[in-house]
């Protein structure tokens, strides 16, 4: 970490002046990054099935998802829900930092305190947040349906179709174009 100091630190520099800094480094080394390997290694065996969980959960849901799709005639839909789900991340997390804060607290961390975030000062607000959350993932999935409407128009068969009209027609390259630039301004929103 660089930290700069004036080379004067006793006396200000003259009007006019312009200071001089000098910047000490300080080195990080083999014993640092053990140490800090080794506390996080600590912390995962101690309370991180958390984080399994969430690797998991998220494959699950995009299979939930295009089952769901794949049955309801909405294929078209599949990437736009499985993309937009990310939008709804800080939502899903809130129970886990309430997990991480009581643990570092050196409270009682265990699952049955996931939803204990509802106790929290500010639990409106981020009921709040959730809901604009919710709001604008709905306002996306609507958009890329309208957006396939318009660049494409034929609902996919199967999976194969969806593929094919996608990579193969003019108006798939268009979709995967405006598509992504459309939804990097809604994940640029929710950030």
């Known amino acids: 970490m660089?930290?700069?100091?004036?080379?004067?630190?006793?006396?200000?520099?003259?009007?006019g002046a312009t200071p001089q800094y000098r910047f000490e480094v300080r080195k990080i080394g083999d014993a640092e990054i053990r140490e800090s390997l080794a506390q996080g290694w600590a912390d995962f065996l101690a309370k991180r099935g958390d984080l399994i969980f969430?690797?998991?959960?998220?494959?699950f849901i995009g299979l939930a998802a295009a089952f769901l799709f794949k049955g309801a005639n909405l294929l078209q839909l599949l990437f736009p829900v499985a993309a937009g789900i990310s939008l709804l991340g800080p939502v899903a997390a809130v129970g886990f930092y309430e997990l991480a804060r009581r643990r570092?607290?050196?409270?009682?961390?265990?699952?049955?305190?996931?939803?204990e975030v509802r106790k929290r000062p500010g639990w409106e607000s981020l009921i709040a947040v959730a809901n604009l959350l919710?709001?604008?993932f709905a306002v996306w999935v609507v958009v890329a349906a309208l957006?396939?409407?318009?660049?494409?128009?034929?609902?996919?068969t199967s999976v194969s179709n969806l593929f094919a009209l996608v990579f193969g027609t003019p108006g798939g390259w268009a979709l995967i174009l405006v598509g992504n630039v459309i939804g990097l301004a809604f994940a640029m929103l929710v950030l």
């Open 147 to 156: 957006l396939w409407a318009g660049l494409i128009g034929d609902a996919p």
């Open 134 to 136: 919710v709001v604008i």
């Open 54 to 59: 969430l690797g998991l959960i998220y494959p």
């Open 104 to 115: 570092e607290d050196g409270l009682d961390s265990s699952w049955s305190h996931f939803l």
């Open 2 to 15: 660089a930290i700069a100091r004036s080379a004067h630190a006793s006396a200000p520099p003259a009007a």
